[in-house]
């Protein structure tokens, strides 16, 4: 396996799109209102759009900077719109018409001549000949001009340092006051016809193909609702990714709002005209029958995700978990989100409403029903323990096994392990009912059912019985199709012994073999991060180890964000490294040559500017002079021959510096400072340290110790609990504590390769005292 954080393109595989491509717009908005666009033809887009206020205004967006895509695969920036033309056909319905004062307009952003950063506001209606909702509008760039009326108010746009366009869409009935609306206003755009002619009419944009490489996607609508379902798609299948996309559907975009006093609520009511569904909002169902359609049309399938949270601010109050003083279960996202409780049969009878119009979405496109319950549980305040067990519904559903659990760490009474295994059936049951709706919804077509649970809270150690409540022996085989095991807490820690042993409670708690189970690796919050993608593409390789047969990584935007690439090498097909030791008594008798590679520049003045490429020595060895009797060359020629010359690497002990102790002494459990500990880090790579003390020293990263040699102790005390990982890593089974050091002793080999294809030796040459030279050089491992 391998990946690589691409940051800009360089000699891969490019193509040409023309600009103002439909694929390649994008809506924002502000809420409460909701927007989506889609593609629905090449030179065609739709937006939909819903206004709950009367000031709602969202913007149809073109970006001279492609910040969105895989670095792979974006367009080109260009900031020069000069001598460029945009031509197209406008049709809506349900918003303010081009004619008005606050019709649709174009606002261009970027700087003037002198480069001072500058907006302009261009009346689409001064540019458009038709009738105000169905037109056709022409934009020369080198000669549009910003203002409302013109000429009079004309303020000639510079065309040549354009960052962003933005046309708004707002309700027809526009005031800028608020005002709430009683019933949601619904309105669309559809621009058809779209073209760009003249000087930059055409833009460079990646188009690679990562070859297959055996992964799925997540993904998630609140992250993705303001692209086109195109646009995603394109990325993922270019990107390397198969089979099915977990599509969750997300906490904050989705849903319908109605107008409760001064605010809005999640709604049920009657879909107005022009709305499909009574729980999900219009621009949503437009968007999601997109995305089932083109990813059907691509052999993929989706799996749509649905969980139990929901944002704070559009949730009814009586739906909420709450903690035994009455405080709401919030997430620490900002704005936050809430957990709806799995006893009020509004709540659930509102998520299954939910689930039907999604299943109804994939139903009528043919498409195959997958369905996932995504992290249901209930929630413990992350500062305190708190488990949120006392909203009104679920205290009248305890009844007389209803008891105070202030804190769910730390061990239980048998009262308080009636109640939490009591809150797990409670949880069990609402998920069946959850299940039980899809399957009516589908009206006899085949559904996979899907759990996801997310191990690292549900099985935190310090809270051994958390598991009765967020864990139920009531999801056990059968009750799912598919167990999803998400564990991203643990893997940005590195610390796999808990995802190993995490799995195996899972597994053996509620029975789902491990055809049965998914495993979601992931996820990376911020650019800052990056380096956690290392250890999630080792959680990979980890799963595949234990024949999870899908494997999703999470999620889209992370990936797009760092230019995360996944390679997949079949190692039955390449084995670059044979895990054999070159004959030792050829190779005592080696010349070695540690190499460095250093750019020297001299200066006008003599003076020279040095620079070293590598942070490590390159050892070359001699093996000729080891070779002293027929017998060794035989046994030379033989192992030349397995290793087909050049082609595969293998171990070989330097005899002048093979030990972790100086040179060739033996070992001790203090010879290498190899980390120090900060409570979560269970992974450290040996490492051999070169210089005097009070000197800039080198380390040497070790990947081929001996095993058998190990030593390994935290804070000088000999440690028995670790294993060998690949490439020269320590994983303990629990990490080291905060500040311990921890050290390490060893003997060591050195990877390398024949020089070369061809070996130069005969028996005679040899016999007349000829040494032939038979050059080895280190391979690099690691990273």
């Known amino acids: 396996m391998g990946f690589w954080l691409a940051k800009e393109r360089t000699a891969q595989q490019t193509n040409f799109i023309q600009r103002f491509d439909?694929?390649?717009?994008?809506?924002?908005?502000?809420?409460?209102?909701?927007?989506?666009?889609?593609?629905?033809?090449?030179?065609?887009?739709?937006?939909?759009?819903?206004?709950?206020?009367?000031?709602?205004?969202?913007?149809?967006?073109?970006?001279?900077?492609?910040?969105?895509?895989?670095?792979?695969?974006?367009?080109?920036?260009?900031?020069?719109?000069?001598?460029?033309?945009?031509?197209?056909?406008?049709?809506?319905?349900?918003?303010?018409?081009?004619?008005?004062?606050?019709?649709?307009?174009?606002?261009?952003?970027?700087?003037?001549?002198?480069?001072?950063?500058?907006?302009?506001?261009?009346?689409?209606?001064?540019?458009?000949?038709?009738?105000?909702?169905?037109?056709?509008?022409?934009?020369?760039?080198?000669?549009?001009?910003?203002?409302?009326?013109?000429?009079?108010?004309?303020?000639?746009?510079?065309?040549?340092?354009?960052?962003?366009?933005?046309?708004?869409?707002?309700?027809?009935?526009?005031?800028?006051?608020?005002?709430?609306?009683?019933?949601p206003q619904i309105g669309w755009v559809e621009m058809s016809a779209i073209t760009a002619d003249g000087g930059g009419a055409v833009l460079e944009i990646g188009d690679v193909m990562v070859p297959e490489n055996g992964l799925s996607m997540a993904t998630g609508y609140d992250d993705?609702?303001?692209?086109?379902?195109?646009?995603?798609?394109?990325?993922?299948?270019?990107?390397?990714?198969?089979?099915?996309?977990?599509?969750?559907?997300?906490?904050?975009?989705?849903?319908?709002l109605e107008a409760n006093g001064p605010g809005l609520y999640v709604s049920l009511s009657v879909p107005q005209p022009g709305e499909e569904f009574s729980a999900i909002n219009q621009p949503c169902a437009v968007w999601h029958r997109d995305f089932v359609t083109r990813a059907e049309a691509m052999d993929f399938t989706v799996i749509f995700s649905l969980s139990y949270e929901l944002f704070d601010a559009h949730c009814w109050n009586n739906w909420k978990q709450r903690a035994e003083n009455g405080d709401p279960a919030l997430t620490g996202w900002v704005p936050p989100s809430t957990l709806l409780s799995p006893a009020e049969p509004a709540a659930m009878g509102y998520l299954q409403a939910v689930a039907r119009a999604f299943t109804a979405i994939a139903r009528d496109a043919g498409a195959a029903i997958k369905f996932q319950v995504g992290e249901p549980w209930w929630w413990v305040m992350p500062d305190d323990g708190r488990i949120c067990l006392y909203d009104a519904a679920a205290q009248a559903a305890f009844g007389d096994t209803l008891v105070s659990i202030p804190d769910i760490r730390g061990p239980k009474t048998p009262s308080q392990t009636a109640m939490l295994d009591e809150a797990g059936s409670i949880l069990a049951q609402s998920t069946a009912d959850l299940i039980a709706a899809v399957k009516d919804e589908a009206l006899g077509s085949p559904v996979e059912t899907l759990l996801l649970a997310y191990l690292p809270t549900i099985l935190d150690e310090d809270a051994p019985e958390a598991k009765r409540a967020n864990l139920p022996v009531g999801w056990a085989s059968p009750a799912f199709d598919i167990l999803q095991l998400e564990d991203y807490d643990w893997v940005i820690a590195g610390d796999q012994s808990a995802t190993r042993s995490g799995i195996d409670l899972a597994t053996d708690r509620l029975g789902y073999p491990m055809e049965q189970q998914h495993y979601f690796s992931g996820f990376v919050l911020t650019a800052e991060k990056s380096f956690i993608w290392a250890n999630i593409t080792r959680a990979v390789e980890a799963a595949r180890t234990r024949g999870t047969p899908e494997i999703f990584i999470w999620a889209l935007p992370q990936v797009a964000r760092d230019g995360f690439t996944y390679f997949h090498e079949q190692e039955d097909d390449v084995n670059a490294f044979d895990d054999v030791q070159f004959p030792f008594s050829i190779g005592r008798g080696a010349t070695v040559s540690p190499r460095f590679s250093t750019d020297v520049v001299t200066t006008l003045s003599g003076h020279e500017k040095r620079n070293s490429d590598w942070a490590d020595a390159r050892l070359e060895f001699d093996v000729g002079p080891g070779v002293r009797s027929e017998e060794e060359l035989r046994d030379l020629i033989a192992f030349f021959r397995a290793r087909r010359g050049a082609a595969k690497a293998f171990r070989f002990t330097d005899p002048y510096d093979h030990s972790s102790n100086a040179m060739i002494d033996p070992p001790t459990i203090l010879d290498q400072v190899i980390g120090i500990g900060d409570g979560e880090q269970t992974r450290f790579h040996l490492i051999k340290s070169y210089g005097m003390d009070g000197s800039e020293a080198q380390q040497r990263l070790i990947t081929r110790p001996q095993p058998s040699s190990l030593l390994v102790a935290v804070d000088g005390m000999l440690a028995s609990n670790w294993s060998l990982g690949t490439l020269g890593e320590i994983i303990f089974d629990d990490p080291p504590a905060i500040a311990s050091e921890v050290t390490a002793g060893f003997l060591f080999d050195v990877p390398v390769r024949f020089a070369e294809d061809r070996l130069d030796v005969s028996a005679g040459t040899f016999q007349a005292g000829e040494i032939p030279e038979i050059r080895l050089i280190e391979v690099r491992e690691g990273s």
């Not at 559907?249 to 989705?254: I, L, N, R």
């Open 22 to 183: 439909p694929r390649f717009w994008t809506v924002n908005f502000p809420r409460p209102m909701m927007a989506s666009v889609v593609t629905t033809a090449p030179d065609a887009l739709r937006v939909d759009a819903v206004f709950y206020n009367s000031d709602d205004l969202a913007g149809l967006i073109w970006e001279s900077e492609d910040t969105l895509d895989h670095p792979l695969l974006a367009y080109e920036t260009s900031h020069d719109y000069a001598r460029l033309s945009l031509r197209f056909h406008w049709h809506s319905s349900g918003i303010m018409p081009l004619d008005q004062i606050n019709g649709p307009t174009l606002t261009i952003e970027g700087r003037d001549a002198l480069g001072n950063p500058k907006a302009w506001y261009v009346r689409l209606w001064n540019y458009a000949t038709g009738t105000p909702t169905d037109a056709d509008i022409s934009l020369e760039f080198s000669s549009l001009n910003g203002g409302f009326l013109l000429p009079g108010e004309a303020d000639p746009v510079y065309p040549k340092d354009i960052d962003r366009l933005f046309i708004s869409i707002i309700p027809p009935d526009y005031d800028g006051t608020g005002t709430l609306y009683p019933t």
């Open 224 to 256: 993705s609702f303001n692209q086109t379902p195109e646009r995603l798609l394109r990325s993922i299948r270019a990107l390397g990714y198969r089979g099915a996309i977990n599509h969750y559907v997300g906490m904050s975009h989705y849903f319908r």
